[in-house]
């Protein structure tokens, strides 16, 4: 692990995304409608994600343990394609990146699991960071 005892404690945020593309509109509906077997997609996926981000150290061998003051989830349907956005933020010595990416990349399977059986044609797309604040740099990336 890289030593971050000499780092200042500050506020630092991040935000990740992940997409989802569904095959069929009927997969959407039953979303929508609670007709998936396994149960509420989007509040299962959320529990699955703040599982992730918290789990994140446990998983990644070079992430440190940082104590996690903030997570919100949240879902953007565009067509067939479900937008998960995570934000992830501390007040710690090191940024919460891998922890917003991860976060997004576990509610992205989670839903996968639970929809793998009624639409077989399910694709994760996409799992990026889009913006990170706080320690030496900042990066703000397009959110399109």
């Given at each position: 692990?890289v030593?971050?005892?000499?780092?200042?404690?500050t506020?630092?945020?991040?935000?990740?995304?992940?997409?989802?593309?569904?095959?069929?509109?009927?997969?959407?509906?039953?979303?929508?409608?609670?007709?998936?077997?396994?149960?509420?997609?989007?509040e299962?996926?959320?529990?699955?994600?703040?599982?992730?981000?918290?789990?994140?150290?446990?998983?990644?061998?070079?992430?440190?343990?940082?104590?996690?003051?903030?997570?919100?989830?949240a879902?953007?349907?565009?067509?067939?394609?479900?937008?998960?956005?995570?934000?992830?933020?501390?007040?710690?010595?090191?940024?919460?990146?891998?922890?917003?990416?991860?976060?997004a990349?576990?509610?992205?399977?989670?839903?996968?699991?639970?929809?793998?059986?009624?639409?077989?044609?399910?694709?994760?797309?996409?799992?990026?960071l889009?913006?990170?604040?706080?320690?030496?740099?900042?990066?703000?990336?397009?959110?399109?």
């Open positions: 692990m030593d971050i005892t000499h780092k200042d404690i506020l630092r945020t991040a935000t990740a995304e992940a997409t989802v593309v569904l095959s069929e509109i009927d997969t959407l509906e039953a979303i929508r409608e609670g007709r998936v077997p396994k149960g509420d997609v989007f299962m996926s959320k529990a699955a994600g703040l599982l992730g981000i918290k789990k994140t150290p446990e998983l990644l061998p070079d992430c440190h343990p940082i104590p996690i003051e903030a997570a919100l989830i879902y953007e349907i565009h067509g067939l394609e479900i937008r998960i956005l995570v934000t992830v933020k501390t007040n710690y010595k090191t940024g919460v990146e891998v922890e917003a990416m991860h976060g990349s576990v509610v992205a399977l989670n839903m996968y699991d639970m929809l793998k059986p009624l639409d077989k044609g399910i694709e994760i797309q996409r799992i990026r889009l913006e990170k604040r706080g320690g030496k740099s900042d990066i703000l990336r397009s959110k399109s």
